[in-house]
Every structure is written in structure tokens, then in C-alpha cells.
């Protein structure tokens, strides 16, 4: 009896000095070091939605929030809730204005040392990625450091595409060979494009068409919104990369078998073939000026369109690799990616609408794909072995922010 009861008094020696050491608000916590962990953060529009984890310590007895917006010194405290609240709204945020974050947890008049920061800048945009080899699809907030939802509902998610005002985007999704349209929310609207071996796609909002290439089988395809197949053409060879000009329902083709592009009406007549091309990497197309970009081998090549006639206006040379263009359809500025398989060997270009170089940014590794943010005209460049988000600003090409995601980015665009 006096060993039971001699090990039943070390036993809860031992129980109490564990959970003295496990009270999450005590400095001398090894893991917590007194504080809560900081909150999750995401912007929509000029709202943050602030939220954070339930604490293992039924003291307490409030959560408390404080903020610091850009021009401020210091933090302000905000707002007190019950310690069954776990989120909170920060409403009429002014855009492109940085705000910070912090909390602390009260118990029976004693408040914990605040949180570590977190740093977010709203605005009227969201960035969507795609990861193909995870079969993911996020959205991220208008400046692309932090998530706002995240969906596992695709196989192999590839090409993305939105519009200015819509409420839905385009996603290839390369397992299944569809086209699915979702909210933006992350609702599946449509899935009844589908094309075997498609390659890439666009989509014309206006005439509520989409076009959609597959390389392996030869052939371009048109569709209705409602995902009715009204015309196919079977006369490429590997057609590769599409680009539209909407207002003339023109179609560019890569027709990467035989080198050359093929511009044709919605009706699918040839009107145009430019040869001359070999390896092709990107296309994209400045409708606002005529103008199309195209890289191949070593070069950029920028044809713009004159009394029917597809022009070289201007040749670029001297690349590795211009593995995407991304247009600011605004101002005609154009960013891009060389791509070189060494460590922060890769760099990121702007060139203005004429081919003029404006900006050279050095110490990428794996970019792999440029969006332009019509809000602000930053560019957002998405890396893939890295897992990298990064901002960049329009003007100077300084790196606004970056997000370390730990996923393998395949295709990125701003729903603005």
C-alpha cells in the first residue's frame, strides 16, 4: 500500500509540472513561448477575414485583435471576442494598402503576449494556380500571399483562363481531356467540353465560344458556353498553342508540325498562313494593337497585322528558352520568362508594346508561369520545383511579396 500510494504521489507531481508547462499562455512554454500562433489571414474585395486556431486552455477568456494599416506606427487593438469565436471581419479596407494582424488571448485579467504579425494588401483581384500533379486548384487573395479556398477536385488541372467580369472560370483538365467551367467559389458549373489529347484553349465571352486544340490528334475544335461541339478541323499537324481576336472572331493556331501559324475566321477558312517558325515555346496575342507574340528557338518574334497580311514587326534574338508571355492589355507592356536549368539562372523580362526592353530581372530557378494583374498591373510570377509566388512591381520590377507555398505550380491567372 505505501508503494501505491508513494507512486500515485509522483505520478501527479509529474501531472501537475506537465500541465503547468502546457498552459499555452506561460513564457516558459517551449512551444509556445506565451503566445498564440498567428492568425490565417485572406483578403476578398476590401474585407479581410481574420481566423485563428482554438487554444487547448479552457481559461480563457477572450481573444483579442489588433491592427496595424500601412502608415501607422503601431498596432491598435480592435476588437475583444468570446473564446468561442474564431474569426473576424475587417471591413472597408482601402485597396492596395497593407494592413497587419495580431492577437492575444485574455484569462481572468491576464492578456498573453501578442502573436506574431501577419501582413496582407486587399483589393478588387484574386489569383488562381493550378498544380497538375496534385490535382489541385487555389485561390489566392488579391496579392497572392494567402489562401482562400483550396480544392482537390480535378485529376489533373492544367491551362486556366478568365475575363474581366465574370463569374466563372475555364480549366483544362488534362486526365479527363475536358474543359470545366466553375464558379468562383469553386463550384462546378460545366464539364461537357471535351476534346482527346487537348492542348490548349481559349474562350470568347462575347460570342460564348471556346476553341481547343489537341496536339496528339490534329485537329481544332469549337464549342458552345453549353459545351455543345458545333465545328472540328482536322487539317494540322500538332496545332499547339491558341490565341482569339474576339472583335474580328479570328483564330491564331500554332501548327507546330510544319512550322507556322495559321489564322482563320470562327468558321474555320484559313485566312492566312505565316511560316518560317521551328520549336515553338509561347504565343499570345495583343488584341488591343493587333499584335501577336511568338517565341521559338532562340528568339521572340512580334507579327502585327497589316491589310490581311501577317507582318514581322520586330525580332527578338538571344534567349534560352521564352517559355510564356504574360500581355498587360492596358498600356500593350509585355513580361516574359527565360528559362536556363541552373539555380537562379532564369530571368523575367517586360518589354514595351513595341518590343523595346524595359525591365531584366535576375535570380529565378523554375519560373513557370506569368499573370498580369489588371488591377494594379503587377506581375505575378509562379515558380514550380521552388513553390514560389512572387509579386512584382509594375514600375521598377522590385519584388512586392512572395509566397513560399510549398506546391508545384503549373499555370496561374487574375480573376480581377
Known sequence: MRYFTLFLLIFLFIACDKRERSNPLDPRNPDSKGKPEPPAIFSTHDSVHVSWSHLNFSNANAYNIYRKIEGEDDFQFIKSLQ???FSYWDTNCEYEKSRWYKIS????GFESILSDQVEIRPGPSFLWATDRFNGMLTKYSHDGRHVVFRTTDFIEPYRLKTSPNLNFIWISDLWEGRIKRISTNGTLINDKIQL????DF???PLDEVVWVSSYNFNTCARFNFAGLKE???SLFKSPWYLALHTGANRVFVVNDGLGEIIRMNYEGQIEKRKDGFENFKAMAYDEKR???????LDRITILEQNLGEMNIYKRLTGFSRIGAFAIDHERGDVWCFDFLQQEDASRVLKFSADGDEMLVLNGFTDPRALAVNPANNNCFVAEGVTGKIVELDDESGATLGV???NREFSKIAVQH
Open 290 to 296: 493587333d499584335r501577336l507574340w511568338v517565341s521559338d
Open 403 to 405: 509566397n513560399v507555398t
Open 202 to 204: 481559349v474562350f470568347d
Open 83 to 85: 473564446p468561442h469565436i
Open 196 to 199: 482527346l489529347g487537348l492542348t
Open 231 to 233: 465545328l472540328e478541323i
Open 105 to 108: 488571448v485574455s484569462s481572468e
